[in-house]
């Protein structure tokens, strides 16, 4: 049975999902953008720090799952320019050191204006 996972380190939900539903041995994440948990803004600007910022919250959805960013298997990312895709890849790359699968794509806007937007697909004990 699928058990949703909720955790006030990331930013609440702004539509009717859950950060995150974990589900036979794995734990799928909503799609995470640069909002400040702590303060429900978006604060960071330019790639990097909303690179950054969205790490950090996927972190934290992991492991209020139960599991952790080493343990990712796949990612999706999304980006509103794919000019920003070299910036993207240094931050990315410290958080994601296990280089899971990915695909990233370009798309034509993100919620709220960002720059950026990763899930996640994780294995969970």
Same mark, same amino acid.
């Given at each position: 049975m699928a058990e949703r996972v909720y955790t006030k380190n990331a930013p609440d939900a702004i539509g009717p999902y859950s950060q995150a539903v974990r589900a036979n041995g794995l734990v799928f994440t909503s799609g995470? #953008?640069?909002? =400040?948990? @702590?303060?429900? =803004? #978006?604060? @960071?600007?330019?790639i990097s720090a909303q690179t950054e910022q969205v790490c950090k919250n996927l972190k934290a959805v992991l492991e209020a799952s139960g599991s952790d960013i080493t343990r990712v298997v796949k990612t999706t990312c999304f980006l509103y320019d794919m000019a920003d895709f070299a910036a993207f890849n240094e931050v990315y790359a410290t958080y994601f050191t296990s280089k899971p699968a990915r695909s990233c794509v370009a798309v034509k806007t993100l919620p709220k204006g960002v720059l950026v937007e990763v899930e996640a697909i994780a294995e969970i004990d």
């Open positions: 995470q #953008i640069p909002i =400040n948990p @702590a303060t429900g =803004n #978006i604060e @960071a600007e330019g």
